[in-house]
């Protein structure tokens, strides 16, 4: 599945599905998704939510392909959006099956994207990936707190964790190389990818899952400082203090890991060091049967002949 549909967003975005179909042999999780979603709004009765049940949704019934196009304008109010995704996921608890899939396709424009950016540079199986992305976010509509704003943003913050710890276990894993058989190469750094620093950071307790998703939804992604403000229903100032609070955190966190890793580069430097003859603490100097020439007394010709062999007189 091409996962550059919203890398770029139109003007007027439009919330669409494709009409080719899929072969079940090359699709992924992505691709079953969208098919799925294509079901629920194909046909002379799409599944639909009625927009007079939420505040600043036109009021009637809206497909839920018309839906997504209305949640992607940039004059949708965060608080229409997490309204819009408060009932969703209501419904996708209690009644499962059809919701869940219109969550899942919904959600989608944001999935993409984080699915794009974890394998961007990621040379093992996407699929395991794309995988445990969707599963993430299947998670997360059991356990995300209603009552808070930014629903979506802590749900693609859930789906993103979930991937990338996969790619973190893969990356850690030892990797097999021909020219050895089954032994074993060490194991790959994952890099600084800016997604998986924050990732490595929450899991070390320098920053919160939520702090995370503000430096990442407004440094390397789309949202603004005051959109994210209104989402976390904060001032801007606020908003702003915030995350430069956790990202001065940040930047202690990983000077600590930076300095930590020289300290073990260098004692591993130190570790396996050659060892000179002629260091008193290798011992080499005192093995052996014979000492070492007097060098005060030249070595003595004992015989002329050259069939005698040379002496060294010894103490």
Request: charged share 30%.
């Amino acid at each position: 599945m091409d996962l550059s549909l919203f890398e770029n967003e139109p003007k007027n975005p439009v919330f669409f599905v494709r009409r080719k179909p899929v072969a079940a042999e090359n699709a992924n999780v992505f691709d079953l998704a969208w098919r799925s979603f294509e079901w629920l709004v194909t046909g002379p009765d799409p599944v639909a939510v009625d927009g007079r049940d939420i505040d600043g949704l036109p009021g009637r019934l809206l497909p839920l392909d018309e839906l997504g196009t209305a949640l992607l304008a940039r004059s949708c109010a965060q608080t229409t959006r997490d309204a819009t995704w408060r009932y969703l996921v209501t419904r996708s608890r209690a009644e499962g099956g059809t919701w869940t899939v219109a969550c899942t396709g919904l959600a989608l424009p944001v999935l993409l994207p984080v699915a794009r950016s974890l394998t961007r540079e990621f040379a093992g199986d996407r699929d395991d990936v794309y995988s445990a992305i969707l599963t993430g976010f299947l998670d997360g509509l059991r356990e995300v707190d209603l009552d808070r704003p930014a629903i979506l943003v802590r749900l693609r913050w859930t789906a993103y964790r979930a991937g990338s710890r996969t790619v973190r276990e893969a990356l850690d894993s030892p990797r097999p190389r021909e020219d050895l058989g089954f032994r074993s190469a060490p194991p790959v750094r994952a890099g600084s990818h800016p997604d998986l620093v924050l990732a490595a950071a929450v899991e070390a307790g320098a920053i919160s899952a939520e702090e995370a998703s503000l430096v990442s939804a407004t440094r390397l992604g789309e949202l603004s400082l005051a959109e994210a403000a209104q989402a976390r229903g904060q001032t801007y100032e606020a908003a702003k203090r915030a995350r430069l609070r956790a990202e001065a955190r940040l930047l202690t966190h990983l000077a600590a890991d930076d300095n930590e890793s020289r300290a073990h580069r260098a004692r591993r430097r130190g570790a396996h060091r050659r060892v000179s003859r002629t260091d008193s603490k290798s011992g080499v100097s005192r093995r052996g049967t014979h000492a070492p020439a007097d060098r005060a007394h030249p070595p003595r010709r004992t015989a002329t002949r050259s069939d005698v062999p040379t002496t060294r007189k010894v103490r």
